[in-house]
């Protein structure tokens, strides 16, 4: 019964999203006004609701800081219905631009699969953790809700109701990252609950601004914003990418993503590609037409740059694979507030393509280890090794992903490349071109490694057999499908989603030489062909162990060593826990965003006086 | 803009100069520790022994990384012979070694494994210095296409001297020569034995070695691009290079690999990065 329901209402999401496409790629945003005149009263109701349920559990789990953080944006909230709501003139309304429909293409598509694969992973999971309680009836509510919240957040154009749908996403996080209600995962679900709080009461604070600024209610909607071009703007636009720098979590506020890790893996995947972090790069591309030239937005622009060089380096130290993952997701949110913040109009088209092939990439590797994780039980790449003997199709769509992160001319490399050129051309840019530069290179080291793991054929192990639920697997396909296919279609959805978006709001727009689309096709026509070599090799050719340094050696590795002892050989890759630690980096990078955010914050006071 | 007579050109040639380049550095070596050394196309009857040997392989994949590394490595080249966008290139370069490092890691062999892990230390060494090179032509000449770049009239290396010295340091790792040979090296039987290329032998062998060639050529054409505006200079330039290049090969022992990232992000950031600064404040007119 559940599982008919999620997998209709998957296919009806994703069908209505792609009609999307059809019926509104072209031309202007387009704006629908709300006529429901009660629905600012409803709107605060619900809020009300969710902070009394989110004092509760702050009382109930004894953690006073959510208590006090809860109670600090209910008091906002209150005095702005109190003293403002009655002024209100215009309805708030609902509008769909490019961007929008990009973001919610991803949240439809991605989301839902997300959803689906859930179903499987869900059983397992329950049968793998007896001591967790099923909650599952819940678990699939508050992922649907997500999604939900999603689709309003892009939809909206009145603050109000972002902001709304805004908290509505911290409460599911909040959820979903406390979901096994174990000890552990109820400090991590505080921990991502107190920062995104954090963030929402900056986002109510521009709300309560921008009301004392024009009590009717004339600023309080994102078209009105960008297109006045008053100073006082940039200051509801260095709150909301405040709110938007917890949200997605960058430095100083990663550590709510990598505790969110505990969560069950269609979580995180649900997080890092289709709903949380994508809605604060969302709200900060949104904004970056106003921060733009600002030396607040090159605050907001360093601060997304060192956490992108300081998290790729972080992963470089992790052998947990969802952590790798996480500070990768980290880094390249990192990357996107970088291209926002400066805001050129070829960043932020590039801004944008980092997104949706972010959004790909990263869903499929998670699910990929969600699923090898049910498989061998566990996360650690180390485990991984022979993954290609033992678990060839998922080892293989793992592999695609991971190049899909990295590697020529896969997208998220080109999202790089156009950003690397849009930066050198940039005021302050080559700031940011040298992190590219080191960061990039950074970034190689630690796929290709865990890359290296997974494909090297070990002769000691043998494929599992029956393995993988087959409707898992299909999401896996489908997934990698979308990586190969985005890559290919790369120029249609820029020239017709991306391109058409940054002319409409800078009045400019870019792309790729002719030459470049083409020899990236071809590369990525190589690439496809090139497995196909495999057959040319044939039966001419002799098999022999490895070179062991003239040692005999038995086929599992194990050197004849001095005295007569046989010695096991381990292959264990490269950390550097001294040059790249966790610890040191991640306090590095905590101390400098957070004086940069406060910078940006006393920067915003001085507009205020 | 992109030219498809000197790609091909390119393909054709580069192996026959990028042999003759190893031929004439084995010769050299030679003469400099007081040996007579082989003949100078001693390179080409190794390549031309190593293809006839018996097919023989750990695993059969490795076939399709050394394949992957090849194909790559000419993509590369010929794009930027072909005067096609930098970037691109210095990309498909990267994707090419990290085909050769995934071969050795194919093998699960523990020479092999060493040797991939010390690749891939030296990838992530000198990839910052290429980017910035790029983005260094790029301020100057207001392109990434090696065509633009290569029809600029004035001295380039006048604009980028630290660049090129940076350049220069990530070459020597590059053309696997001492200090900076730690993944491989045509030299004795060291600690790691043959690093990345241990367990590839015969014609896998033999593709590796042919792609380094061509690898080679690249590389050289690259130094091309500092003094493109006149070609004896060029030309000359290119053979101290590579006499320097020799010439510290053997007068430097191997560094270990900690020595090998430091000094190169270090000189990629002290020379190459202050030498982009100083270009982007004359190119913008001052930051304001």
């Known amino acids: 019964m559940r599982d008919g329901l999620v997998r209709v209402a998957a296919a009806v999401i994703i069908l209505v999203s792609a009609s999307l496409l059809v019926t509104s790629s072209t031309g202007a945003a387009q704006y629908f006004p709300v006529p429901l005149a009660e629905s600012g009263v409803l709107i605060f109701l619900a809020e009300m609701l969710i902070s009394a349920f989110l004092i509760y559990m702050g009382f109930k789990y004894r953690n006073t800081l959510a208590v006090i953080l809860v109670a600090v944006q209910a008091t906002l909230l209150v005095y702005y219905e109190a003293v403002f709501a009655g002024g209100m003139h215009e309805p708030p309304s609902l509008f ?4 929008s429909l990009i973001m919610a293409l991803i949240i439809g598509i991605i989301g839902t699969l997300i959803g689906v694969y859930a179903l499987g992973y869900m059983k397992t999971y329950h049968d793998q953790h007896p001591a967790v309680k099923d909650r599952q009836k819940m678990f699939f509510f508050v992922v649907f ?29 909040f959820l979903l990252i406390g979901y096994s209600g174990t000890a552990e995962s109820i400090k991590n679900a505080f921990l991502a609950l107190n920062m995104n709080l954090a963030g929402g009461i900056a986002f109510a604070v521009a709300i309560l601004y921008l009301s004392v600024i024009s009590p009717d209610g004339t600023y309080m909607s994102i078209r009105a914003l960008l297109d006045s071009n008053q100073a006082f703007v940039l200051v509801p636009a260095v709150l909301l990418s405040f709110a938007g720098i917890t949200k997605a979590a960058l430095m100083p506020f990663s550590s709510w993503l990598v505790g969110a890790m505990v969560a069950p893996t269609p979580v995180s ?21 106003v921060l733009s030239g600002s030396i607040e937005g090159l605050i907001i622009a360093l601060i997304g740059g060192f956490t992108f060089l300081l998290a790729s380096a972080i992963a470089i130290s992790q052998r947990n694979a969802k952590k790798v993952l996480a500070y990768s997701t980290i880094a390249n949110l990192g990357l996107i507030v970088a291209c926002a913040g400066v805001g050129t109009y070829k960043l932020v088209w590039a801004a944008i393509l980092l997104i949706l092939f972010h959004a790909i990439a ?15 039980g566990s996360k650690d790449i180390e485990d991984m090794s022979g993954l290609i003997v033992r678990l060839p199709k998922v080892a293989v769509m793992m592999f695609i992903g991971i190049a899909g992160m990295f590697l020529a001319p896969f997208g998220m490399l080109i999202s790089k490349y156009v950003a690397l050129e849009a930066f050198v051309e940039a005021q302050f840019g080559l700031i940011f071109v040298a ?4 960061g990039g290179s950074i970034t190689v080291f630690f796929w290709s490694k865990w890359m290296g793991k997974i494909i090297s054929v070990d002769p000691t192990v043998s494929e599992l057999k029956d393995s993988v639920h087959k409707e898992m697997l299909m999401i896996l396909t489908v997934l990698t499908g979308l990586t190969v296919l985005v890559t290919l279609l790369f120029p249609v959805i820029s020239a017709s989603l991306i391109e058409p978006f940054v002319l409409q709001v800078y009045g400019h727009s870019t792309g790729l030489s002719q030459d470049n689309l083409t020899i990236m096709v071809m590369m990525l026509f190589l690439l496809m062909i090139m497995p196909l070599s495999m057959l040319w090799y044939g039966r001419d050719q002799k098999t022999v162990p490895a070179y062991m340094g003239g040692r005999p050696a038995t086929a599992g590795l194990a050197f004849a060593g001095s005295m007569g002892v046989q010695r096991q050989t381990s292959l264990i890759n490269y950390y550097f826990v001294d040059l790249f630690g966790e610890r040191r980096l991640l306090m590095a990078g905590t101390a400098l965003c957070f004086g940069l955010v406060l910078l940006a914050g006393i920067l915003a006071v001085g507009v205020v006086l | 803009m992109i030219s498809l007579t000197s790609a091909i050109l390119y393909l ?28 100078v196309l001693q390179p080409f009857y190794d390549l031309a022994k190593l293809f006839q040997k018996e097919k023989v392989v750990v695993t059969p994949s490795q076939n399709f990384y050394v394949l992957g590394y090849l194909v790559f490595i000419l993509v590369s080249g010929s794009l930027f012979f072909a005067g096609g966008d930098m970037l691109l290139v210095i990309f498909a370069f990267t994707l090419a070694h990290i085909f050769l490092v995934l071969g050795a890691y194919s093998s699960f062999s523990p020479y092999s494994f060493v040797g991939a892990e010390r690749e891939l230390v030296q990838i992530i060494a000198y990839e910052p210095m290429i980017i910035l090179s790029a983005v260094g032509m790029y301020l100057v000449t207001k392109s990434f296409f090696v065509s633009d770049i290569v029809a ?12 090129f010295l940076g350049f220069l340091m990530v070459l020597t790792i590059k053309l696997r020569k001492s200090p900076y040979d730690l993944s491989t090296s045509h030299h004795a039987h060291q600690e790691l034995v043959k690093g990345v290329t241990t367990d590839f032998s015969g014609p896998a062998l033999a593709r590796i070695e042919l792609a380094h060639w061509y690898e080679t050529v690249f590389l050289l054409g690259f130094i ?27 007068t430097f022992a191997r560094m270990k690999w900690q020595f090998t990232l430091k000094s190169s992000w270090l000189i990629a950031a002290m020379l190459g990065l202050v030498n982009l600064g100083i270009l982007y404040y004359l190119g913008n007119g001052g930051i304001s």
């Open chain 1, 96 to 99: 769909i631009d490019q961007f």
């Open chain 1, 145 to 173: 809700l997500f999604l939900s919240a999603m689709f309003g957040l892009v939809f909206s154009d009145s603050l109000l109701w972002v902001f709304f749908f805004w908290e509505i996403t911290t409460l599911c996080s």
């Open chain 1, 269 to 289: 995947a649900l997080l890092h590609s289709s709903t949380m972090v994508k809605a604060g790069v969302y709200i900060i591309v949104r904004f970056s037409p």
């Open chain 1, 362 to 376: 990263k869903s499929l590797l998670f699910l990929c280890v969600g699923t090898v994780e049910q498989r061998i």
């Open chain 1, 435 to 438: 992190i590219l530069a080191f």
């Open chain 2, 12 to 39: 054709v040639l580069a192996p026959f100069i990028g042999g003759l380049v190893y031929g004439i550095d084995r010769k050299i070596t030679a003469r400099m520790q007081g040996r007579v050394g082989p003949p």
């Open chain 2, 152 to 163: 600029l009239q004035a001295p380039l290396i006048l604009y980028l001297p630290g660049v």
């Open chain 2, 224 to 250: 091309y691009l500092f003094f493109a505006w006149s070609l004896p200079i060029a030309i000359l330039a290119i053979i101290v290079t590579f006499l320097l290049e020799i010439l510290i090969d053997n």
